[in-house]
């Protein structure tokens, strides 16, 4: 027996049943998704700008998804180590990363990280931005003007001031050795592995500077037990009126500037990306969020092709800073 040819109209029809048939079944299951808690890894450790930032975003979005998005810290070596597990990660939606800019374009020019931050991620959308970094010293330095700190640290040539970050890499690590190049005085770094952990020494005298975001020092201020110097913000910060802008103070010098991003790893799929994405950036321009952010830091709007853009800049311009700083891994 000879079998007909089916008609235009029905193989039109076969094909879209053979299309649909042949989707990827992660399309229909992202409808759904998430069906279970989400991890958002957070390189640093507790404390930390981005990780108080990170704690924010969960909060909004665990409930735009009806799932807990959950905030694990996962610190150590400049953010690498919690980047790679990122990276490592399967692209499936329920891993996701809060990351700074120095973990995806400062430090893997200072050492060999295990990821490549242009290929190995997925960027998601900007999330927020550190307006109000602060200059602090431990009281005992009987220092009150940064003149009078560069004087100092000066005539300690053979005993120089020790200053913490929270690693190597860090942009208070990469802003401190541009503030020292410029006013060319010495100053010894000792990185931790934790901001909080960094603060503690200081508040003890043990380590004799930082700068750092204005929400990790902010209660140790507010007690007396650090002194601001300068602030990096626009404009002087309102909780500390009497602390100049670094603008003030130097108005020729522009410090690196943090800001961090939602992040999945490479391969998620484009329509869980676009929906991730989507989801993190009505937070972000929403007034409740911005409310959430603690003083010294703002809601920072970007999309998907934004955020790959500014990462892609800043890593050339990052970079090329650290090779003229000399810095490398200690």
């Known amino acids: ?34 069906t279970r808690p989400v991890r958002m890894i957070v390189p640093y450790g507790a404390g930390n700008q981005a990780d108080l930032v990170a704690r924010a975003l969960a909060d909004l979005l665990g409930k735009r998804w ?16 919690g980047v790679a597990q990122i990276a490592r990660a399967a692209p499936d ?16 020019h200072m050492t060999r990280a295990p990821y490549d931050p242009l290929v190995d991620l997925t960027p998601l959308a900007g999330v927020s931005v550190a307006s109000g970094g602060v200059l602090v010293v431990h009281p005992s330095l009987q220092v009150r003007t940064v003149d009078q700190l560069v004087a100092l640290a000066r005539s300690r040539a053979a005993d120089p001031l020790l200053y913490y970050t929270a690693g190597n890499g860090t942009i208070p690590h990469l802003s401190m050795e541009v503030f020292k190049r410029a006013m060319k005085f010495p100053a ?27 929400s990790v020092q902010r209660p140790f201020i507010e007690s007396g037990k650090l002194r601001v110097l ?8 309102p909780q500390v009126p009497d602390a100049p802008t670094l603008r003030e103070v130097l108005p020729d010098l522009e410090l690196p500037t943090a800001w ?25 321009a929403d007034a409740e969020f911005a409310r959430k952010l603690a003083p010294g830091t703002e809601p920072l ?13 800043d890593y050339t311009s990052y970079g090329a800073l650290v090779r003229e700083l000399g810095l490398k891994e200690s």
């Open 1 to 34: 027996m000879t079998l007909s040819k089916p008609s235009r109209a029905r193989r039109q029809v076969l094909l879209a049943a053979a299309s649909v048939a042949a989707a990827p079944a992660a399309s229909f299951a992202q409808q759904s998704w998430p």
């Open 230 to 237: 300068f602030t990096t913000a626009s404009t002087r910060l």
């Open 66 to 81: 009806g799932q807990p998005v959950v905030v694990e810290n996962v610190a150590g070596a400049g953010g690498a180590i």
């Open 93 to 108: 939606g329920y891993t996701i990363a809060l990351a700074a800019i120095a973990a995806l374009a400062v430090t893997p």
């Open 188 to 214: 010894t770094h000792v990185p931790y592995r934790t901001a909080a952990a960094g603060s503690t020494d200081l508040i003890g005298g043990q380590v004799h500077m930082s700068i750092d975001s204005f």
């Open 260 to 284: 961090q991003c939602l992040l999945g790893p490479r391969g998620l799929p484009p329509d869980l990306a676009a929906r991730i994405s989507a989801d993190t950036q009505a937070i972000v």
């Open 301 to 313: 709007p970007m999309t998907a092709a934004d955020v790959s853009r500014r990462l892609r800049a």
